[in-house]
T-cell receptor, first 114, second 112 residues
Framework: NAGVTQTPKFQVLKTGQSMTLQCAQDMNHEYMSWYRQDPGMGLRLIHYSVGAGITDQGEVPNGYNVSRSTTEDFPLRLLSAAPSQTSVYFC?????????????FGQGTRLTVV | GQQVMQIPQYQHVQEGEDFTTYCNSSTTLSNIQWYKQRPGGHPVFLIQLVKSGEVKKQKRLTFQFGEAKKNSSLHITATQTTDVGTYFCAGRRGGSNYKLTFGKGTLLTVNP
């Protein structure tokens, strides 16, 4: 099993550009989520999904869109990149939302917006 | 909204000293999880506590969940250089609230 796969690992964007961060898991996990990590701020939840076709906002959703058309994939879209979105982004998945289970994280995407 | 506070933000110890990080939630949690992130890496699950007053041990690591299920701690006995990293707690309120909220983490550095 590959686990949680994120692409790309690194990305530089210009202000105003859009892009999609990809996240895929092959563990048939029900719950998927996106976090951003900034120095001194810990991991902040952007969006999450409890199953295909169902998404909801986390703490810092502005400027980001998500969709969950399949169980495996949960892409994060930046609509118009801003320097404040420079961060490390982690995708995570868990087996179930009904039973408390551990989160598996991807390797992260380091995004710089100039 | 739910907040999870974690202290201290940083801790530097000499190898062999003990280390403790504390986690407090503004709301009662259904469970608390602990993760470790090595420098440059991604968070990796360590343990989950579910029951009020629960204590679990993993070798030199001891995890506790408070009686009110609003606080938790991680204690490392006799730190080693391999313990270096950031330790995060994370909690869920439960019921229909599925969000896993993380504390800001404690960065542990160990001087050999």
């Amino acid at each position: 099993n590959a686990g949680v796969t994120q692409t790309p690992k690194f990305q530089v964007l210009k202000t105003g550009q859009s892009m999609t961060l990809q996240c895929a898991q092959d563990m048939n996990h029900e719950y998927m989520s996106w976090y951003r990590q900034d120095p001194g701020m810990g991991l902040r939840l952007i969006h999450y999904s409890v199953g295909a076709g169902i998404t909801d906002q986390g703490e810092v959703p502005n400027g980001y869109n998500v969709s969950r058309s399949t169980t495996e994939d949960f892409p994060l879209r930046l609509l118009s990149a801003a320097p404040s979105q420079t961060s490390v982004y982690f995708c995570a998945s868990s087996y179930s939302v009904q039973v408390n289970t551990e989160a598996f994280f991807g390797q992260g995407t380091r995004l710089t917006v100039v | 909204g739910q907040q999870v506070m974690q202290i201290p933000q940083y801790q530097h110890v000499q190898e062999g000293e003990d280390f403790t990080t504390y986690c407090n939630s503004s709301t009662t949690l259904s469970n608390i999880q602990w993760y470790k992130q090595r420098p440059g890496g991604h968070p990796v699950f360590l343990i989950q506590l579910v029951k009020s007053g629960e204590v679990k041990k993993q070798k030199r690591l001891t995890f506790q969940f408070g009686e009110a299920k609003k606080n938790s701690s991680l204690h490392i006995t006799a730190t080693q250089t391999t313990d270096v990293g950031t330790y995060f707690c994370a909690g869920r309120r439960g019921g229909s609230n599925y969000k896993l909220t993380f504390g800001k983490g404690t960065l542990l550095t160990v001087n050999p």
